[in-house]
């Protein structure tokens, strides 16, 4: 459907793609992108769309509804993305002209539902500026979850979890995207001199050793990536690799490793150490053959198909599961997901993830260490999981970090069974972890 070098274009189609589940954003974006032929300019612009209409699609469709005679459920689904991306380039993009913003969707219309979905749209179009937006007052999860745009259900799990005031800022958080976050597999003082010299800024992470957040114009081209001198990891996920803390001579299972940032971690750290005994495994073949080529060739390095679920007859010092969940802890980079997941999906990973807790429990050495993380806010994943699993593996207790372990302040992330980090108050993704040590 693309018309080459259109931004426009390739956010609609990257839009249908995600309605279809057909593929997550990045990659449908990435797909529409290389078949159109966009230059980088025009890749961000049709990233910041297809991000924006995403993260803001109940408020835009909140926006919208009253336009349409027939209501949002008889509008076509390709006619309904024209709508929403002209909507988000006119109510929250101040740079793009109007009428290029209006003339842009009545040609997309025209071309995905004829002559008809182009009258429809320019009508619309046409009549939303002259409509006030009106949003939805009060703390209920109805209200918030409109003009914050995520479903009722999960802002109702937000304002229970943090109160009315600080749901709001956590789902706001939601709506932002979120920092480019890296670290130094080598010495950060030189990685730090040379991105400064090619021109990037560089914040220092508030916890994770050797990391920042970078802002570059084009960080993958410069000659620092180009020699691995930096890898992009998320605060968070880093500070899971931390909380694992390998030590010389250990043997390590990473059983849920794909897509690799932290065996890539994990590697990073060891090879530090001269020294290197890990096992990262998945349950997709693809996935792990991917992760084959994301490691390379590392001596005492294994990659294995295994599901986490399955019982593995092997012992280690170290495991890490980081198991699969719901991901809502990064919606800041993946907004599709709020419109995925339910209720019923989170409490079916959580079966899952009660399962393979006590798998990999099961590999661990008397005295040794099992880290379960999730990248996610739920209860249920987190918390829920340690709680059931404690009670009924009582030769298993917590091993929390000291708040100045590893000289990282653990102290205003941990809570009683873990770690949590938030986004809107860490500025990282939203992750539950805890380390749990196997009695000698």
């Given at each position: 459907?693309?018309?080459?070098?259109?931004?426009?274009?390739?956010?609609?189609?990257?839009?249908?793609?995600?309605?279809?589940?057909?593929?997550?954003?990045?990659?449908?974006?990435?797909?529409?992108?290389?078949?159109?032929?966009?230059?980088?300019?025009?890749?961000?612009?049709?990233?910041?769309?297809?991000?924006?209409?995403?993260?803001?699609?109940?408020?835009?469709?909140?926006?919208?509804?009253?336009?349409?005679?027939?209501?949002?459920?008889?509008?076509?689904?390709?006619?309904?993305?024209?709508?929403?991306?002209?909507?988000?380039?006119?109510?929250?993009?101040?740079?793009?002209?109007?009428?290029?913003?209006?003339?842009?969707?009545?040609?997309?219309?025209?071309?995905?539902?004829?002559?008809?979905?182009?009258?429809?749209?320019?009508?619309?179009?046409?009549?939303?500026?002259?409509?006030?937006?009106?949003?939805?007052?009060?703390?209920?999860?109805?209200?918030?979850?409109?003009?914050?745009?995520?479903?009722?259900?999960?802002?109702?799990?937000?304002?229970?979890?943090?109160?009315?005031?600080?749901?709001?800022?956590?789902?706001?958080?939601?709506?932002?995207?979120?920092?480019?976050?890296?670290?130094?597999?080598?010495?950060?003082?030189?990685?730090?001199?040379?991105?400064?010299?090619?021109?990037?800024?560089?914040?220092?992470?508030?916890?994770?050793?050797?990391?920042?957040?970078?802002?570059?114009?084009?960080?993958?081209?410069?000659?620092?990536?180009?020699?691995?001198?930096?890898?992009?990891?998320?605060?968070?996920?880093?500070?899971?690799?931390?909380?694992?803390?390998?030590?010389?001579?250990d043997r390590l299972?990473?059983a849920c490793a794909?897509?690799?940032?932290?065996?890539?971690?994990?590697?990073?750290?060891?090879?530090?150490?001269?020294?290197?005994?890990?096992?990262?495994?998945?349950?997709?073949?693809?996935?792990?053959?991917?992760?084959?080529?994301?490691?390379?060739?590392?001596?005492?390095?294994?990659?294995?198909?295994?599901?986490?679920?399955?019982?593995?007859?092997?012992?280690?010092?170290?495991?890490?599961?980081?198991?699969?969940?719901?991901?809502?802890?990064?919606?800041?980079?993946?907004?599709?997901?709020?419109?995925?997941?339910?209720?019923?999906?989170?409490?079916?990973?959580?079966?899952?993830?009660?399962?393979?807790?006590?798998?990999?429990?099961?590999?661990?050495?008397?005295?040794?260490?099992?880290?379960?993380?999730?990248?996610?806010?739920?209860?249920?994943?987190?918390?829920?999981?340690?709680?059931?699993?404690?009670?009924?593996?009582?030769e298993f207790a917590?091993?929390?970090?000291?708040?100045?372990?590893?000289?990282?302040?653990?102290?205003?992330?941990?809570?009683?069974?873990?770690?949590?980090?938030?986004?809107?108050?860490?500025?990282?993704?939203?992750?539950?972890?805890?380390?749990?040590?196997?009695?000698?």
């Amino acid at each position: 459907m693309s018309r080459p070098g259109s931004a426009r274009d390739v956010a609609l189609d990257t839009l249908r793609a995600v309605d279809a589940r057909e593929a997550f954003l990045q990659q449908a974006l990435e797909s529409a992108a290389q078949k159109a032929g966009l230059d980088p300019r025009d890749r961000g612009l049709a990233l910041e769309l297809t991000s924006g209409v995403l993260r803001q699609q109940r408020r835009l469709d909140h926006r919208l509804a009253p336009l349409l005679r027939r209501g949002l459920e008889a509008t076509a689904p390709a006619v309904l993305n024209v709508l929403r991306l002209a909507a988000y380039q006119l109510g929250f993009m101040d740079r793009v002209p109007a009428r290029a913003a209006v003339h842009e969707a009545v040609v997309q219309a025209r071309m995905v539902a004829g002559e008809g979905g182009a009258r429809l749209v320019n009508a619309v179009l046409r009549a939303l500026p002259q409509t006030p937006e009106t949003l939805p007052e009060g703390e209920t999860p109805e209200a918030v979850g409109v003009r914050l745009s995520h479903p009722d259900w999960l802002a109702a799990l937000a304002i229970d979890r943090l109160g009315p005031a600080e749901a709001e800022a956590l789902l706001a958080a939601h709506n932002r995207p979120a920092p480019l976050t890296v670290r130094a597999p080598g010495d950060p003082a030189a990685t730090a001199a040379r991105l400064t010299a090619e021109g990037a800024t560089l914040t220092p992470c508030a916890f994770a050793p050797g990391a920042w957040h970078l802002e570059h114009r084009a960080p993958f081209a410069t000659a620092a990536f180009a020699e691995g001198l930096f890898r992009v990891q998320d605060e968070a996920a880093q500070l899971v690799v931390h909380l694992l803390a390998p030590q010389p001579g250990d043997r390590l299972w990473d059983a849920c490793a794909a897509p690799g940032g932290k065996s890539q971690h994990i590697v990073d750290l060891a090879h530090a150490a001269g020294r290197l005994a890990l096992l990262s495994t998945d349950a997709h073949p693809g996935k792990v053959r991917r992760l084959a080529e994301t490691l390379g060739r590392v001596t005492g390095l294994e990659t294995a198909v295994h599901d986490a679920g399955e019982p593995l007859e092997r012992t280690f010092d170290r495991v890490l599961l980081d198991a699969p969940c719901s991901g809502l802890g990064t919606l800041r980079r993946h907004p599709e997901i709020r419109w995925r997941r339910t209720p019923e999906s989170v409490a079916e990973l959580a079966a899952a993830q009660a399962v393979m807790i006590r798998r990999c429990a099961d590999t661990v050495r008397p005295g040794g260490t099992l880290v379960y993380s999730v990248c996610t806010l739920t209860e249920a994943e987190g918390p829920a999981i340690v709680e059931a699993f404690l009670r009924d593996r009582p030769e298993f207790a917590l091993d929390l970090p000291s708040p100045g372990e590893g000289g990282i302040d653990w102290g205003p992330l941990l809570g009683p069974l873990g770690i949590f980090t938030w986004p809107h108050r860490h500025d990282m993704d939203g992750f539950f972890a805890t380390r749990l040590r196997r009695k000698a």
